[in-house]
């Protein structure tokens, strides 16, 4: 079983919509949780930054840890074209492991 | 404006002619690494230093070297390229090894 999972994609959303990205995780040390945005040729740039689990909001972004499932959350509200990107989950114990990413396109 | 920075860019190369991608870093981080993004492979590891003169493997370590011989940069260098290094290659920094990452903006090197 590979320690992050992540669904890659593409998803695509109407503008407006709310967007809801997961991974899931196999190893329970794992105690911070991030999500990092890729927009295409540009390199990743950390969104979210969570310690424990519950939820965390930052403007139109939620991001949800549920430890007792080893499950991670990515919510998106009034999702706009300039959202359209990769989304990666990434957690870390010792060291950070990230998911691949999952294609994201919001349609106008 | 904090900030990790990589050159070149772009760059297109021949078998087996040596080339060095640079990487600095402005916050003080004590932790770099560098990492390689392949289409459904995703971000892995090839190289980290967890501070100045120390350094290790990551998960793909093979036909790279890196140096850390002062704290703010990181360079990757290959000494002898393959085409199947032909990839898009990220620096990141961080304060500490599992604390968040800040990555540069990319190279995206082809080997021919």
């Known amino acids: 079983q590979k320690e992050v999972e992540q669904d890659p994609g593409p998803l695509s959303v109407p503008e407006g919509a709310i967007v809801s990205l997961n991974c899931t995780y196999s190893?329970?040390?794992?105690?911070?949780f991030m999500w990092y945005r890729q927009y295409s040729r540009k390199g990743p740039e950390l969104l979210m930054y969570t310690y424990s689990s519950g939820n965390k909001e930052d403007g139109r972004f939620t991001a949800q840890v549920d430890k007792s499932s080893k499950y991670i959350s990515l919510f998106i509200r009034d999702s706009q074209p300039s959202d359209s990107a990769t989304y990666l989950c990434a957690m870390s114990d010792d060291k950070i492991i990230f998911g691949k990413g999952t294609r994201l396109h919001i349609l106008p | 404006e904090a900030q990790v920075t990589q050159n070149p860019r772009y760059l297109i190369t021949v078998t087996g002619k040596k080339l060095t991608v640079t990487c600095s870093q402005n916050?003080?981080?004590?932790?770099m690494s560098w990492y390689r993004q392949d289409p459904g492979l995703g971000l892995r590891q090839i190289y980290y230093s967890m501070n100045v003169e120390v350094t290790d493997k990551g998960d793909v370590p093979e036909g790279y070297k890196v140096s850390r011989k002062e704290k703010r940069n990181f360079p990757l260098i290959l000494e002898s390229p393959s085409p199947n290094q032909t990839s898009l290659y990220f620096c990141?920094?961080?304060?500490?090894?599992?604390?968040?990452?800040?990555f540069g903006q990319g190279t995206r090197l082809t080997v021919v």
């Open positions: 990141a920094s961080s304060f500490l090894m599992n604390t968040e990452a800040f």
């Open positions: 190893n329970s040390a794992f105690q911070y």
């Open positions: 916050m003080n981080h004590e932790y």
